[in-house]
């Protein structure tokens, strides 16, 4: 990467991010419906759910985590739009700006403000109860994993931001990426659930992630759920990252 896109990326990086700093209910919003979720099943559904763990809020946070980053990623969809409305991408060209570095600030800024919604979320399983022995090496890798999966999903909210007709059309593609956890392992252990109902959640991306997560908070051998679970990620960021450059080089064309 060049001096000048690394340069131009940091710059609107700090536009974006205070923007997000003037405008804190952003994070405060994309906090409450995982907080409330998770609230929801540990006081009341929890003594009716058979997890086979101890505490249920041990078992549920991987989930809870993954719908927070999603709620959160709906924003970097909102935003880039309002930007392409605005007429701001039109006036940043007219610019000595490398024309990626725009895209890549709206990406870097939703990967802070969801990492910032995920330690709140985990501050408040911490109060409900939620202990883990994992060293400092399993902490990483939840947050290297957890990164790899904000990564795939802001390259999704790009091409929504660059292809949505309305403001709710930007924002509303996220919806199935936040119940997608409820059809996974992320509440319940797959093996209760009906054949076609288990057999969609055993070979979705969601049930891999949670359950290494779930592994590595729980210090027991992570199986090879870690390689479908990346495998996962990285092919999402891929293909997402290719069709969004794509969308966005025919926007600006």
Wanted: glycine share 6%; hydrophobic share 55%.
């Amino acid at each position: 990467m060049s001096k000048r896109f690394l340069g131009d990326t940091a710059l609107l990086t700090g536009r974006s991010l205070r923007h997000i700093m003037r405008s804190p209910d952003t994070i405060i919003t994309t906090t409450i419906m995982p907080i409330a979720f998770m609230l929801l099943f540990v006081y009341v559904f929890g003594g009716a759910i058979s997890s086979g763990s101890d505490s249920y809020v041990d078992y549920l946070l991987p989930g809870i985590l993954l719908i927070t980053i999603a709620s959160s990623i709906s924003y970097t969809a909102f935003r880039l739009f309002m930007d392409m409305k605005s007429g701001i991408f039109e006036r940043f060209q007219s610019m000595p700006i490398a024309r990626s570095s725009m895209l890549w600030a709206h990406v870097l800024t939703s990967l802070v403000a969801s990492l910032i919604s995920v330690v709140v979320v985990v501050g408040v399983a911490l109060l409900m109860g939620f202990r883990s022995g994992a060293d400092v090496l399993a902490w990483l890798a939840v947050a290297g994993i957890l990164i790899l999966f904000t990564l795939a999903l802001t390259w999704l909210a790009v091409i929504a931001g660059l292809s949505a007709k309305t403001v709710d059309g930007a924002s509303a593609f996220s919806y199935p990426l936040i119940f997608l956890p409820f059809i996974s392992s992320a509440f319940v252990a797959t093996a209760t659930m009906p054949g076609p109902v288990r057999a969609f959640a055993e070979n979705q991306p969601v049930t891999s992630i949670v359950n290494t997560i779930r592994d590595l908070y729980a210090q027991q051998s992570v199986s090879t759920d870690i390689w479908i679970a990346l495998a996962w990620c990285v092919g999402i960021l891929i293909v997402a990252y290719a069709l969004a450059m794509a969308t966005y080089h025919r926007k600006i064309a």
